[in-house]
T-cell receptor, first 113, second 113 residues
Framework: SQTIHQWPATLVQPVGSPLSLECTVEGTSNPNLYWYRQAAGRGLQLLFYSVGIGQISSEVPQNLSASRPQDRQFILSSKKLLLSDSGFYLC????????????FGPGTRLTVT | AQSVTQLGSHVSVSEGALVLLRCNYSSSVPPYLFWYVQYPNQGLQLLLKYTSAATLVKGINGFEAEFKKSETSFHLTKPSAHMSDAAEYFCAVSGGGSYIPTFGRGTSLIVHP
């Protein structure tokens, strides 16, 4: 069966510090991968998605970036965090040849102080 | 273009009462529709999905939803609420070759003893 992991689970970082969040998927090959952010009391905002290694599409221009160095690994990064980057970050995957549903990881709670 | 409207940001019910969470969608192509549940500080979990087969879809935890094309609705119901159903619920629409779903803003279900 497929499993998705995210780490760290929680993170407290000062403004201006770098960020690296990691997402990995097990039990599937060539998944579509997605990064979402949930700000407090708000819905889901799609940040990036990837259909393959090295292929990244950005949905929201900002100081975040994403990379996909391996088939089942998706990384969210920032060189300098802003207060507005605080939120709950969710990684999701969709399998090739499946229907349209996505499967989500457990999330990372980021607090920028 | 696709959109989702979830009526009511908060729904409050008593334990044992009927749960009804409303979702209306707009889509220019045959839609795929989903309900997800999110417990505090966790990722989203797929409750059920409509993929153009039966219009009445049964999901996990006793939830079901009915696709009504004429009303462009996909409301989520459960005959008897449990305290453990308290969570955030998201409706989503996808389809037409777009593997990026559009999510509603979510409805918080509150269950009173």
């Amino acid at each position: 069966s497929q499993t998705i992991h995210q780490w760290p689970a929680t993170l407290v970082q000062p403004v201006g510090s770098p960020l690296s969040l990691e997402c990995t998927v097990e039990g599937t090959s060539n998944p579509n991968l997605y990064w979402y952010r949930q700000a407090a009391g708000r819905g889901l905002q799609l940040l990036f998605y990837s259909v393959g290694i090295g292929q990244i599409s950005s949905e929201v221009p900002q100081n975040l970036s994403a990379s996909r160095p391996q088939d089942r690994q998706f990384i969210l990064s920032s060189k300098k965090l802003l207060l507005s980057d605080s939120g709950f970050y969710l990684c999701a995957w969709r399998g090739q040849g499946m229907t349209y549903e996505q499967y989500f990881g457990p999330g990372t709670r980021l607090t920028v102080t | 273009a696709q959109s989702v409207t979830q009526l009511g940001s908060h729904v409050s019910v008593s334990e044992g009462a009927l749960v009804l969470l409303r979702c209306n969608y707009s889509s220019s192509v045959p839609p795929y529709l989903f309900w997800y549940v999110q417990y505090p500080n966790q990722g989203l979990q797929l409750l059920l999905k409509y993929t153009s087969a039966a219009t009445l879809v049964k999901g996990i935890n006793g939830f079901e939803a009915e696709f009504k094309k004429s009303e462009t609705s996909f409301h989520l119901t459960k005959p008897s609420a449990h305290m453990s159903d308290a969570a955030e619920y998201f409706c989503a629409v996808s389809g037409g070759g777009s593997y990026i779903p559009t999510f509603g803003r979510g409805t918080s279900l509150i269950v009173h003893p």
